[in-house]
Protein backbone atom coordinates (compact mmCIF):
# COMPACT_ATOMS: atom_id res chain seq x y z
CA UNK A 1 0.00 0.00 0.00
CA UNK A 2 1.37 3.46 -1.14
CA UNK A 3 1.52 6.23 1.81
CA UNK A 4 -1.28 8.18 -0.29
CA UNK A 5 -3.36 5.03 -0.20
CA UNK A 6 -2.81 4.25 3.40
CA UNK A 7 -3.44 8.46 4.19
CA UNK A 8 -6.46 8.46 2.33
CA UNK A 9 -7.78 5.45 4.06
CA UNK A 10 -7.19 7.15 7.29
CA UNK A 11 -8.77 10.17 6.25
CA UNK A 12 -11.89 8.49 5.20
CA UNK A 13 -12.38 6.58 8.33
CA UNK A 14 -12.44 9.11 11.19
CA UNK A 15 -16.21 11.04 11.40
CA UNK A 16 -16.90 14.55 10.58
CA UNK A 17 -20.28 16.29 10.95
CA UNK A 18 -22.95 17.42 8.69
CA UNK A 19 -21.26 20.62 7.78
CA UNK A 20 -18.07 19.32 7.04
CA UNK A 21 -19.22 16.04 5.03
CA UNK A 22 -21.60 18.21 3.10
CA UNK A 23 -17.98 21.00 2.00
CA UNK A 24 -15.87 17.55 1.53
CA UNK A 25 -18.22 16.38 -0.78
CA UNK A 26 -18.62 19.59 -2.39
CA UNK A 27 -15.22 19.33 -3.11
CA UNK A 28 -14.57 15.84 -4.28
CA UNK A 29 -17.49 15.81 -6.78
CA UNK A 30 -16.53 19.00 -8.45
CA UNK A 31 -13.35 17.11 -8.77
CA UNK A 32 -13.79 13.82 -10.30
CA UNK A 33 -17.85 13.67 -10.91
CA UNK A 34 -19.14 13.42 -14.05
CA UNK A 35 -22.21 15.58 -13.97
CA UNK A 36 -25.16 15.02 -17.16
CA UNK A 37 -28.25 16.01 -17.20
CA UNK A 38 -30.03 13.55 -15.61
CA UNK A 39 -27.05 11.81 -13.71
CA UNK A 40 -23.98 12.02 -11.63
CA UNK A 41 -21.54 9.63 -11.93
CA UNK A 42 -17.97 8.89 -10.19
CA UNK A 43 -15.88 6.05 -10.53
CA UNK A 44 -13.29 5.13 -8.08
CA UNK A 45 -10.49 2.66 -6.94
CA UNK A 46 -10.80 2.51 -3.29
CA UNK A 47 -13.28 1.26 -1.26
CA UNK A 48 -13.03 3.15 1.74
CA UNK A 49 -13.51 6.60 -0.15
CA UNK A 50 -16.55 4.64 -2.11
CA UNK A 51 -17.83 3.97 0.98
CA UNK A 52 -17.83 7.33 2.68
CA UNK A 53 -18.55 9.02 -0.65
CA UNK A 54 -22.05 6.79 -0.90
CA UNK A 55 -22.48 7.53 3.27
CA UNK A 56 -22.57 11.06 2.85
CA UNK A 57 -24.69 11.19 -0.55
CA UNK A 58 -27.46 9.35 1.13
CA UNK A 59 -26.84 11.56 4.39
CA UNK A 60 -26.75 14.66 3.14
CA UNK A 61 -29.46 14.04 0.33
CA UNK A 62 -31.17 11.50 1.33
CA UNK A 63 -30.48 9.41 -2.14
CA UNK A 64 -28.63 5.53 -2.18
CA UNK A 65 -26.44 5.78 -5.21
CA UNK A 66 -26.45 3.17 -7.62
CA UNK A 67 -22.86 1.15 -7.30
CA UNK A 68 -21.58 -1.25 -9.82
CA UNK A 69 -18.52 -3.21 -8.82
CA UNK A 70 -16.24 -3.89 -11.18
CA UNK A 71 -12.77 -6.17 -11.39
CA UNK A 72 -10.45 -4.86 -13.82
CA UNK A 73 -7.90 -7.06 -15.07
CA UNK A 74 -5.39 -4.51 -16.93
CA UNK A 75 -1.76 -4.64 -15.57
CA UNK A 76 -3.42 -5.94 -12.57
CA UNK A 77 -6.29 -7.09 -10.73
CA UNK A 78 -8.36 -4.19 -8.89
CA UNK A 79 -11.58 -3.44 -8.00
CA UNK A 80 -13.25 -0.16 -9.62
CA UNK A 81 -16.22 1.28 -7.41
CA UNK A 82 -19.55 2.92 -10.14
CA UNK A 83 -21.60 5.34 -8.44
CA UNK A 84 -24.60 6.49 -10.01
CA UNK A 85 -26.87 9.03 -8.64
CA UNK A 86 -30.03 9.89 -10.89
CA UNK A 87 -32.20 11.30 -7.50
CA UNK A 88 -31.98 15.36 -7.15
CA UNK A 89 -29.65 15.71 -9.69
CA UNK A 90 -30.18 19.38 -10.29
CA UNK A 91 -30.74 20.18 -6.48
CA UNK A 92 -27.27 18.23 -6.01
CA UNK A 93 -25.50 20.08 -8.65
CA UNK A 94 -26.90 23.43 -7.24
CA UNK A 95 -26.02 22.68 -3.74
CA UNK A 96 -22.79 21.93 -4.10
CA UNK A 97 -22.31 24.91 -6.61
CA UNK A 98 -20.97 23.21 -9.75
CA UNK A 99 -19.30 25.51 -11.96
CA UNK A 100 -19.61 28.62 -9.22
CA UNK A 101 -16.46 30.05 -7.95
CA UNK A 102 -16.26 29.38 -4.36
CA UNK A 103 -13.89 32.02 -2.42
CA UNK A 104 -11.90 31.49 0.75
CA UNK A 105 -14.34 33.61 2.85
CA UNK A 106 -17.38 31.48 1.82
CA UNK A 107 -16.50 28.74 3.86
CA UNK A 108 -17.20 30.38 7.39
CA UNK A 109 -15.35 28.37 9.44
CA UNK A 110 -11.47 26.68 9.52
CA UNK A 111 -13.27 23.56 10.04
CA UNK A 112 -15.36 24.04 6.25
CA UNK A 113 -12.16 24.98 5.07
CA UNK A 114 -10.44 22.10 6.02
CA UNK A 115 -13.13 19.94 4.98
CA UNK A 116 -13.05 21.40 1.47
CA UNK A 117 -9.37 20.29 1.06
CA UNK A 118 -9.81 17.12 2.50
CA UNK A 119 -12.43 16.56 -0.11
CA UNK A 120 -9.98 17.47 -2.75
CA UNK A 121 -7.35 15.70 -1.62
CA UNK A 122 -9.33 12.33 -1.85
CA UNK A 123 -10.68 12.70 -5.17
CA UNK A 124 -7.16 13.98 -6.78
CA UNK A 125 -4.48 14.17 -4.51
CA UNK A 126 -1.22 12.24 -3.85
CA UNK A 127 1.42 12.29 -1.63
CA UNK A 128 5.37 10.99 -2.35
CA UNK A 129 6.62 8.22 0.26
CA UNK A 130 9.26 10.31 2.10
CA UNK A 131 11.07 7.38 2.69
CA UNK A 132 12.10 6.48 -0.91
CA UNK A 133 11.62 9.76 -2.38
CA UNK A 134 11.69 14.29 -1.48
CA UNK A 135 8.91 15.76 0.02
CA UNK A 136 6.23 16.29 -2.51
CA UNK A 137 2.39 16.43 -2.15
CA UNK A 138 0.09 18.17 -5.02
CA UNK A 139 -3.79 18.13 -6.23
CA UNK A 140 -4.37 17.70 -9.80
CA UNK A 141 -7.12 19.34 -11.18
CA UNK A 142 -8.76 19.45 -14.41
CA UNK A 143 -10.28 22.70 -13.82
CA UNK A 144 -8.30 25.63 -13.24
CA UNK A 145 -11.01 27.60 -11.13
CA UNK A 146 -10.97 24.51 -8.92
CA UNK A 147 -7.00 24.58 -8.68
CA UNK A 148 -6.79 28.20 -7.64
CA UNK A 149 -9.67 27.63 -5.26
CA UNK A 150 -7.36 24.50 -3.37
CA UNK A 151 -4.49 27.24 -3.93
CA UNK A 152 -6.32 29.82 -1.91
CA UNK A 153 -7.44 27.68 0.96
CA UNK A 154 -4.18 26.13 1.34
CA UNK A 155 -2.19 29.39 1.55
CA UNK A 156 -4.60 30.78 3.98
CA UNK A 157 -3.35 28.51 6.37
CA UNK A 158 0.23 29.39 5.58
CA UNK A 159 1.15 25.82 3.54
CA UNK A 160 3.26 28.02 1.17
CA UNK A 161 1.30 26.28 -2.15
CA UNK A 162 2.20 26.61 -5.41
CA UNK A 163 0.26 25.94 -8.75
CA UNK A 164 1.69 24.83 -11.94
CA UNK A 165 -0.02 24.35 -15.01
CA UNK A 166 0.85 21.41 -17.51
CA UNK A 167 -0.77 20.96 -20.45
CA UNK A 168 -4.80 20.02 -19.59
CA UNK A 169 -3.56 19.68 -15.59
CA UNK A 170 -3.75 22.26 -13.07
CA UNK A 171 -1.27 21.26 -10.40
CA UNK A 172 -1.28 22.46 -6.98
CA UNK A 173 1.65 21.10 -4.92
CA UNK A 174 3.78 21.76 -1.76
CA UNK A 175 6.98 21.12 -1.64
CA UNK A 176 8.05 22.27 2.60
CA UNK A 177 7.80 19.31 4.75
CA UNK A 178 6.58 21.20 7.72
CA UNK A 179 3.70 22.34 5.13
CA UNK A 180 3.10 18.63 4.50
CA UNK A 181 3.41 17.45 7.86
CA UNK A 182 0.71 20.22 9.05
CA UNK A 183 -1.83 19.67 6.00
CA UNK A 184 -1.68 15.92 7.66
CA UNK A 185 -2.48 17.03 10.99
CA UNK A 186 -4.95 19.62 9.72
CA UNK A 187 -6.39 16.11 8.46
CA UNK A 188 -6.31 14.52 11.81
CA UNK A 189 -4.40 11.46 10.17
CA UNK A 190 -2.79 10.71 13.37
CA UNK A 191 -0.91 7.45 11.99
CA UNK A 192 0.43 9.11 8.87
CA UNK A 193 1.41 11.83 10.91
CA UNK A 194 3.99 9.80 12.90
CA UNK A 195 5.18 7.71 10.39
CA UNK A 196 5.66 11.02 7.97
CA UNK A 197 7.30 12.80 11.13
CA UNK A 198 9.75 9.78 12.11
CA UNK A 199 10.87 9.90 8.41
CA UNK A 200 11.19 13.34 8.83
CA UNK A 201 13.20 13.52 11.56
CA UNK A 202 15.24 10.69 11.02
CA UNK A 203 16.26 12.48 7.40
CA UNK A 204 17.02 15.33 8.75
CA UNK A 205 19.45 14.28 11.53
CA UNK A 206 21.18 12.11 8.30
CA UNK A 207 21.47 15.36 6.29
CA UNK A 208 22.72 17.08 9.46
CA UNK A 209 25.41 14.36 10.19
CA UNK A 210 26.41 14.56 6.33
CA UNK A 211 26.33 18.72 6.49
CA UNK A 212 29.04 18.46 9.81
CA UNK A 213 30.80 15.43 7.55
CA UNK A 214 31.28 17.83 4.97
CA UNK A 215 32.58 20.81 6.77
CA UNK A 216 34.69 19.00 8.76
CA UNK A 217 36.41 17.88 5.69
CA UNK A 218 36.49 21.07 4.32
CA UNK A 219 38.08 22.54 7.43
CA UNK A 220 40.79 19.85 7.11
CA UNK A 221 41.14 20.65 3.69
CA UNK A 222 41.67 24.44 4.27
CA UNK A 223 44.11 23.60 7.23
CA UNK A 224 46.30 21.42 5.07
CA UNK A 225 46.49 23.88 2.21
CA UNK A 226 47.24 26.61 5.33
CA UNK A 227 49.79 24.30 6.53
CA UNK A 228 51.50 23.76 2.88
CA UNK A 229 52.04 27.60 2.61
CA UNK A 230 53.53 28.25 5.89
CA UNK A 231 55.89 25.74 5.21
CA UNK A 232 56.57 26.96 1.74
CA UNK A 233 57.32 30.58 3.55
CA UNK A 234 59.58 28.59 6.20
CA UNK A 235 61.52 26.76 3.54
CA UNK A 236 61.83 30.06 1.01
CA UNK A 237 63.56 31.83 4.25
CA UNK A 238 66.02 28.88 4.79
CA UNK A 239 66.98 28.67 1.81
CA UNK A 240 67.19 31.81 1.63
CA UNK A 241 69.22 32.52 4.95
CA UNK A 242 66.96 34.76 6.50
CA UNK A 243 65.29 32.13 8.71
CA UNK A 244 67.45 32.92 11.47
CA UNK A 245 66.61 37.01 11.42
CA UNK A 246 63.30 36.02 12.65
CA UNK A 247 63.07 36.21 16.49
CA UNK A 248 63.19 33.83 19.22
CA UNK A 249 59.29 32.83 19.57
CA UNK A 250 58.77 33.12 15.45
CA UNK A 251 61.05 30.54 14.81
CA UNK A 252 59.66 28.66 17.79
CA UNK A 253 56.52 28.81 15.91
CA UNK A 254 58.12 27.71 12.74
CA UNK A 255 59.93 24.82 13.95
CA UNK A 256 56.51 23.31 15.32
CA UNK A 257 54.99 23.77 11.93
CA UNK A 258 57.96 21.59 10.10
CA UNK A 259 57.36 18.90 13.19
CA UNK A 260 53.77 19.28 13.26
CA UNK A 261 52.66 19.69 9.14
CA UNK A 262 48.73 18.65 9.12
CA UNK A 263 47.93 19.96 12.41
CA UNK A 264 45.41 22.84 12.89
CA UNK A 265 46.48 26.51 14.09
CA UNK A 266 44.78 25.59 17.86
CA UNK A 267 46.38 22.51 17.79
CA UNK A 268 49.48 23.80 16.86
CA UNK A 269 49.45 26.46 19.78
CA UNK A 270 48.42 23.74 22.24
CA UNK A 271 51.46 21.84 21.22
CA UNK A 272 54.02 25.31 21.29
CA UNK A 273 52.50 25.70 25.22
CA UNK A 274 53.41 22.43 26.27
CA UNK A 275 56.65 21.53 24.42
CA UNK A 276 58.60 24.73 24.30
CA UNK A 277 56.95 26.30 27.79
CA UNK A 278 55.43 29.16 26.01
CA UNK A 279 52.02 29.92 26.59
CA UNK A 280 50.48 31.04 23.16
CA UNK A 281 46.99 30.97 21.65
CA UNK A 282 45.76 30.66 18.18
CA UNK A 283 45.57 34.31 17.38
CA UNK A 284 49.06 34.27 18.47
CA UNK A 285 50.45 31.75 16.03
CA UNK A 286 48.92 33.34 13.35
CA UNK A 287 50.60 36.57 14.07
CA UNK A 288 54.22 34.84 13.96
CA UNK A 289 53.14 33.27 10.81
CA UNK A 290 52.12 36.60 9.24
CA UNK A 291 55.63 37.90 10.34
CA UNK A 292 57.10 35.18 8.13
CA UNK A 293 54.89 36.08 5.41
CA UNK A 294 55.49 39.67 5.23
CA UNK A 295 59.59 38.55 5.32
CA UNK A 296 59.26 36.52 2.37
CA UNK A 297 57.20 39.31 0.71
CA UNK A 298 59.84 41.79 1.28
CA UNK A 299 62.61 39.53 0.37
CA UNK A 300 60.79 38.60 -2.80
CA UNK A 301 59.84 42.38 -3.86
CA UNK A 302 63.86 43.13 -3.16
CA UNK A 303 64.51 40.45 -5.49
CA UNK A 304 62.21 41.32 -8.34
CA UNK A 305 63.67 44.95 -8.23
CA UNK A 306 67.57 43.75 -8.61
CA UNK A 307 66.88 41.79 -11.15
CA UNK A 308 65.05 44.12 -13.16
Do not use: W
Amino acid sequence: MTFTTSLKEEIAKHEINSIEARYELMAFLNSVAKFNKDEISLTLENASIARRIYKEIKEIYGVSPNIVIRVQKRFKVKQIYILNVKEKVDFIKKDISVGIKIEVDDLVSDEEKIAFIEGAFLAVGNVSNPSTSGYHLEFIFTKERLAKQVLNLLNYFNLKAKLIKRGYKNIVYIKASEAISDLIKMFKATSSLFYFEDIRIYRDHKNMVNRLNNCEIANQEKTFRTGQVQLENINYLKMHDLFDLLEKNTRIVAGARVKYPEVSMQELADIITLENNYKIGKSGVNHHFIKINNLVKRHKERSEENGS
